[in-house]
């Protein structure tokens, strides 16, 4: 970068160099009469020189909010025939969390305020989209993270008289049918992000510069499997017909195993038998008429050598799995079992860090 300077420092290093060299006064008090401008050693910029050479762009800021189903908030508008996130443009002098309470209060009319970031997105100049006229130069897009809003501050929105015609909550994988591409993948980027828990995602034109595990396989962008039936703790009942059956298998760290489509980028709980375990017992099911999902707990002692190259193995905290599955309000009831099931094979509560893909030789633990 080149050091910066005005036309005083300029003059002050030519004043100190006259008191020590008589012959360099002299040189300094002719060569702006012979160049027009002093003389500048090595990268030395004036502030006029610096500020021109500087990249402009805009600035927004938008706000990732999902309900209690891992459905994002999407709203329409009267000038665009596509869905957004909940946010807008930074004004001058504005801080991009700032604009981001702003706009949700002005759009929503939700006061609040949005400190975490998700990610922060390049969109480069040439995006299409934009009229000639306008003379888009780029723009840095800040995603804040709204969090998980009740059916009871859901029911607290109010919309504006104008601009803001409607909100609904859209399954994550519905997005690129609703979205311009680059808002669907900086939407879906963000919410991965949120899910690892690896804190702010660095995004150019919405793909991260680093993808993680979730990235890499395409996690989300294909609809959720929906498993919404009741939840029922204990054994399956002898009477009943079992549609499957699938595990919460725990490492020592409280993490469990989880599986990941390649094809689809669908998450799925392993079967009972995909790993080498201790102390399996049953966990409870679910039973919507027909058939159950039947889920047993167990402690991972050993994992072998992949086997079924259409599958990624992870390791991921319960919160993860739910999150990545669309289980709906028994998805609580299940987890609480789970949990309750950790704490009997005494493993911890596993802190929510990026879910972490297994190597295909296997592992033991």
Same mark, same amino acid.
């Given at each position: 970068?080149?050091?910066?300077?005005?036309?005083?420092?300029i003059d002050q290093a030519?004043?100190?160099r006259a008191a020590t060299d008589q012959g360099a006064?002299?040189?300094?008090?002719? %060569?702006?009469? =012979?160049? #027009?401008?002093?003389e500048r050693d090595g990268t030395w910029m004036t502030p006029q020189e610096y500020g021109a050479s500087r990249a402009a762009v805009w600035s927004a800021a938008v706000v990732l909010v999902t309900d209690t189903d891992g459905r994002i908030l999407v709203q329409s508008v009267d000038y665009r025939t596509d869905r957004l996130l909940p946010g807008g443009a930074v004004d001058a002098g504005e801080a991009p969390s700032a604009a981001a309470a702003r706009e949700l209060r002005e759009e929503l009319g939700v006061d609040d305020r949005y400190p975490r970031g998700l990610a922060v997105d390049w969109i480069p100049a040439d995006t299409p989209g934009f009229p000639p006229e306008m003379r888009f130069p780029g723009e840095i897009l800040h995603v804040y993270d709204g969090g998980t809003w009740t059916p009871e501050r859901i029911d607290a929105v109010r919309l504006p008289a104008q601009e803001i015609t409607g909100i609904h909550f859209a399954e994550p994988a519905e997005l690129p %049918?609703?979205? =311009?591409? #680059?808002?669907?993948?900086?939407?879906?980027?963000?919410?991965?992000a949120r899910i690892n828990g690896s804190g702010t995602a660095l995004l150019e034109d919405g793909r991260p510069t680093m993808?993680?595990?979730?990235?890499?396989?395409?996690?989300l962008r294909t609809r959720r499997i929906p498993e919404r039936e009741p939840w029922h703790p204990g054994p399956v009942p002898a009477q009943l017909p079992v549609r499957d059956r699938s595990a919460w298998l725990f490492a020592p760290d409280g993490r469990v195993l989880l599986l990941i489509a390649r094809a689809t980028g669908a998450a799925h709980l392993p079967p009972p038998t995909a790993a080498a375990v201790t102390a399996a017992a049953p966990l409870g099911y679910r039973y919507g008429g027909q058939g159950a999902h039947a889920r047993t707990?167990?402690?991972l002692t050993a994992l072998p050598p992949a086997a079924d190259p259409a599958y990624a193995r992870l390791l991921a905290t319960p919160e993860q799995v739910r999150e990545l599955s669309?289980? #709906?309000p028994a998805g609580g009831h299940e987890l609480a079992a789970v949990h309750t099931a950790r704490l009997r094979l005494g493993l911890p509560a596993a802190p929510r860090t990026p879910a972490t893909e297994l190597p295909e030789e296997g592992a033991r633990w």
């Open positions: 970068m080149p050091q910066l300077t005005d036309q005083g420092a030519a004043t100190a006064t002299a040189r300094a008090a002719t %060569a702006p009469a =012979e160049t #027009g401008a002093h %049918a609703l979205m =311009e591409p #680059g808002d669907a993948r900086r939407a879906l980027s963000a919410l991965r993808p993680t595990a979730l990235d890499r396989l395409g996690v707990a167990a402690r669309d289980w #709906g």
